[in-house]
């Protein structure tokens, strides 16, 4: 096997120092040293960069350190997220059952969305498992639902090159402003044959107390089952399986 480079095992080293603290809750810098099997000058130049980052951070006592706010900050946006899929779970399970068709929560990451929870409907015989995969925001319902929650300054540094990935998907921005203008009108999205020919699915958005939209809800299914007509059935529930999840969030409480 071969030995991690320099970078990696800095970064190993850093880890494991979280690790410890962790464990015993604080340690000076010769605890740490001897846990990791390293010099102390390579210790403290570890923790003094996780201490940079706010990582770690001294406690009164001079010289000892723990774990420090960042790592809060780290985990509130997982917490976050966990949440979510833990308050969407029994309302995308009870929409998979109603629709028989595949249901999908997704939030926005960087330039694409992320698939955190999907749950399978009766129909889908082996419906391919999207969760952890990043998919294009402009050639999908969910991604319609994500980007039309952006103000202008958001929309610009998100959305880049639109890539075709079907003779449907949408390539240029005035085509997509003007469909997430009609996203936000009639409060759903759908793309069928966008990102991949034969596949339909239709999206809605997930708000939080606040009123923005933190995620995407969708329903999708082969083509020649969501037909058009069979959309029309489905999307006023999936727009208030959305809303109920919205409602779990805080979003329309007073």
Same mark, same amino acid.
């Given at each position: 096997?071969?030995?991690?480079?320099? /970078? =990696?095992?800095?970064?190993?080293? $850093?880890?494991?120092?979280?690790?410890? %603290?962790?464990? @015993?809750? +604080? *340690?000076?810098?010769?605890?740490?040293?001897?846990e990791?099997?390293?010099?102390?000058?390579?210790?403290?130049?570890?923790?003094?960069?996780?201490?940079?980052?706010?990582?770690?951070?001294?406690?009164?006592?001079?010289?000892?350190?723990?774990? /420090? =706010?960042?790592?809060?900050?780290? $985990?509130?946006?997982?917490?976050?997220? %966990?949440?979510? @899929?833990? +308050? *969407?779970?029994?309302?995308?399970?009870?929409?998979?059952?109603?629709?028989?068709?595949?249901?999908?929560?997704?939030?926005?990451?960087?330039?694409?969305?992320?698939?955190?929870?999907?749950?399978?409907?009766?129909?889908?015989?082996?419906?391919h498992?999207?969760?952890?995969?990043?998919?294009p925001?402009?050639?999908?319902?969910?991604?319609?639902?994500?980007?039309?929650?952006?103000?202008?300054?958001?929309?610009?540094?998100?959305?880049?090159?639109?890539?075709?990935?079907?003779?449907?998907?949408?390539?240029?921005?005035?085509?997509?402003?003007?469909?997430?203008?009609?996203?936000?009108?009639?409060?759903?999205?759908?793309?069928?044959?966008?990102?991949?020919?034969?596949?339909?699915?239709?999206?809605?958005?997930?708000?939080?107390?606040?009123?923005?939209?933190?995620?995407?809800?969708?329903?999708?299914?082969?083509s020649?089952?969501?037909?058009?007509?069979?959309?029309?059935r489905?999307?006023?529930?999936?727009?208030?399986?959305?809303?109920e999840?919205?409602?779990?969030?805080?979003?329309?409480?007073?």
């Amino acid at each position: 096997m071969n030995e991690p480079s320099g /970078g =990696v095992q800095s970064v190993d080293r $850093a880890l494991t120092i979280l690790e410890i %603290l962790a464990r @015993v809750g +604080e *340690a000076g810098v010769t605890e740490i040293a001897g846990e990791l099997g390293v010099h102390k000058s390579t210790a403290f130049r570890l923790v003094s960069t996780l201490e940079s980052h706010r990582l770690v951070e001294q406690t009164t006592e001079r010289g000892r350190y723990r774990l /420090g =706010v960042g790592v809060l900050r780290l $985990a509130g946006a997982t917490t976050a997220r %966990l949440d979510l @899929v833990q +308050e *969407a779970r029994p309302v995308c399970v009870q929409l998979a059952a109603d629709t028989g068709e595949t249901v999908n929560l997704a939030v926005l990451s960087d330039r694409s969305a992320l698939y955190l929870d999907q749950v399978a409907g009766s129909s889908a015989l082996q419906p391919h498992n999207w969760v952890g995969q990043h998919i294009p925001l402009h050639a999908t319902s969910n991604g319609k639902v994500l980007l039309s929650g952006l103000d202008d300054t958001r929309f610009k540094d998100t959305v880049g090159s639109l890539s075709s990935y079907t003779a449907k998907t949408i390539t240029t921005k005035p085509a997509l402003r003007e469909a997430l203008a009609e996203v936000r009108e009639q409060g759903y999205a759908v793309a069928v044959d966008e990102l991949e020919d034969g596949l339909a699915a239709a999206a809605a958005p997930v708000r939080n107390a606040h009123g923005d939209v933190v995620a995407s809800m969708s329903v999708s299914g082969p083509s020649f089952r969501l037909t058009e007509e069979r959309l029309a059935r489905v999307i006023p529930e999936l727009v208030a399986a959305a809303a109920e999840v919205s409602h779990r969030l805080g979003w329309g409480h007073r």
